[in-house]
C-alpha cells in the first residue's frame, strides 16, 4: 500500500519547494501517492476561503500532509482577519485535524555554521523545541474587544488532558535523544503555567529514565544565547514555543534550512498523522524565479518519513544527501557565499535526488 501524501503548496515559494521535496521523496523508492489542494490565498482567490473543506477532507483522508507556505501582502488587507491566509488556513488546520505537538528541530549545518550570529562553537547547536500548538493564548476563549473596541481581551487556558499529551510526546522524543528535557513556563506569575509544571512534575516522577528540569521563559530566551548547548530538548507551551523556536532557529544561521513538524495522535494502524512543512514563509518577493531553497521543505520530507512512517533510516539517507549538496559547494541564492556553485530550486532539488538513489 502506498503512503497517501496531501500535497498543500500554498503561496508564494511554497508550490515551488514543495516539488522539489516530493522529488527527494520520489526517489527514495518508497511507494508514494500524492494528491494536491489548494490553501491559503491561492485558495482564497479561487473560491473565497483560505482552507476550503474540500482540502481540509483530503488532508483527514491521507497518511501525511506536506505543506508549503501560505501568506503574502497580496492578502493582508483580507477583511476579517479570520480570511486571512494565516489565521484563516494554519490556524484552523491545525486544530480542525488536531495537531497539538509541534516538533521544531534547530540544527546546525556545519557548511553553514558561519552564518549564525553566534561566535564559534556556540553556533554548533542540536536542539528540538517540541511546542504545544493547539492550545493557550491562541485558542482560548473568551477573545473579543469591550468597552467601544477601547478594550480587548485575549484568553489563556490550559487543561490537564492537554499538557498530559504534549508532555508525553516531549519525553517521547527526551528517549531518542539525550534523555534530558527542559520544560519551560511562566510558573512565577501565570496559573497555566503553574498547572503545566505541576503536570509536567508528576509525569517526571513517573518517567524517572528522563531527565527533567523547569526554565522560566525569561531565562530560556537568556540562555540560548549564553549557552545554547545546554538544551537538549525544550518543551513549552504554544505562545513561548513560537518566540523561543525562531530564537533557537535564528542560532543555526540556517533559518530558511529547517523543517517542522506538527502531529496529531497515532491512528488505529499505528501511523502518526503529521504535517511537515519548513518553518519559513512564501518569500513572495522571490517567488517564481527559481531562486528558492527547498532544503527546508526537503528536511520537512525527512521528519515524514520519520515520524509518520517510523522510517528513520530514509530520513537519516535525505538528511545526509542534503549535507552532502551542501558540502559538494551547491547554493541556492539565500547561502549564496563566494567560491561556491549557484543553483536554483530544481537544480538543488535534482542534486538532492541524485545522491540518493547512488
Ligand atoms: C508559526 C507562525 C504562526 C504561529 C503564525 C503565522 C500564525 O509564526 O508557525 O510559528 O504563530 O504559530
Ligand atoms: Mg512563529
Not at 113 to 139: C, H, N, Q, W
Not at 327 to 338: H, P
Not at 345 to 351: I, V
Request: proline letters at 5%; hydrophobic letters at 40%; aromatic letters at 4%.
Amino acid at each position: 500500500m502506498p503512503h497517501n501524501i496531501a500535497v498543500l503548496g500554498g503561496d508564494g515559494i511554497g508550490p515551488e519547494v514543495t516539488a522539489e521535496a516530493v522529488k527527494v521523496l520520489q526517489s527514495t523508492g518508497i511507494d508514494f501517492n500524492f494528491d494536491h489542494a489548494l490553501i491559503g490565498g491561492a485558495a482564497y482567490d479561487d473560491g473565497g476561503h483560505p482552507l476550503p473543506a474540500s482540502t481540509l477532507d483530503l488532508c483527514r483522508a491521507s497518511d501525511a500532509v506536506l505543506l508549503g507556505a501560505v501568506g503574502g501582502p497580496k492578502w493582508d488587507n483580507v477583511q476579517p482577519i479570520t480570511l486571512r491566509p494565516e489565521v484563516g488556513a494554519l490556524l484552523p488546520l491545525r486544530s480542525e485535524l488536531n495537531l497539538y505537538a509541534n516538533v521544531r528541530p534547530a540544527k546546525t549545518l556545519r557548511p553553514l555554521m558561519m552564518a549564525s550570529p553566534l561566535k564559534g562553537d556556540r553556533a554548533l547547536v542540536d536542539l528540538i523545541v517540541i511546542r504545544e500548538l493547539t492550545g493557550g493564548i491562541y485558542f482560548g476563549t473568551p477573545r473579543e474587544r469591550r468597552d467601544n473596541g477601547n478594550t480587548a481581551v485575549d484568553t489563556c487556558l490550559y487543561s490537564r488532558h492537554e499538557v498530559e499529551r504534549i508532555a508525553e510526546r516531549a519525553f517521547a522524543v527526551a528517549r531518542t535523544r539525550k534523555r534530558e528535557l527542559v520544560s519551560v513556563d511562566k510558573a512565577n506569575v501565570l496559573e497555566t503555567s503553574r498547572l503545566w509544571r505541576e503536570v509536567v512534575n508528576e509525569m517526571a516522577a513517573k518517567n524517572t529514565d528522563v531527565s527533567v528540569s523547569h526554565m522560566l521563559v525569561d531565562n530560556c530566551a537568556m540562555q540560548l544565547i549564553r549557552d545554547p548547548q545546554q538544551f537538549d530538548v525544550i518543551l513549552t507551551e504554544n505562545m513561548f514555543g513560537d518566540i523561543i523556536s525562531d530564537e533557537a532557529s535564528m542560532i543555526t544561521g540556517s533559518l530558511g534550512l529547517l523543517p517542522s513538524a506538527s502531529l496529531s495522535d497515532a491512528r488505529p494502524s499505528g501511523q502518526v498523522f503529521g504535517l511537515y512543512e519548513p518553518i519559513h514563509g512564501s518569500a513572495p518577493d522571490i517567488a517564481g524565479q527559481g531562486r528558492a531553497n527547498p532544503i527546508a521543505a526537503i528536511l520537512s520530507a525527512a521528519m515524514m518519513l520519520r515520524y509518520s512512517f517510523d522510517d528513520d533510516a530514509s530520513a537519516t539517507r535525505i538528511e545526509e544527501a542534503v549535507e552532502s549538496a551542501l558540502n559538494c559547494g551547491l547554493r541556492t541564492a539565500d547561502i549564496y557565499e563566494k567560491g561556491c556553485r549557484l543553483v536554483s530550486t530544481t537544480e538543488m532539488g535534482d542534486a538532492i535526488a541524485d545522491k540518493l538513489r547512488q
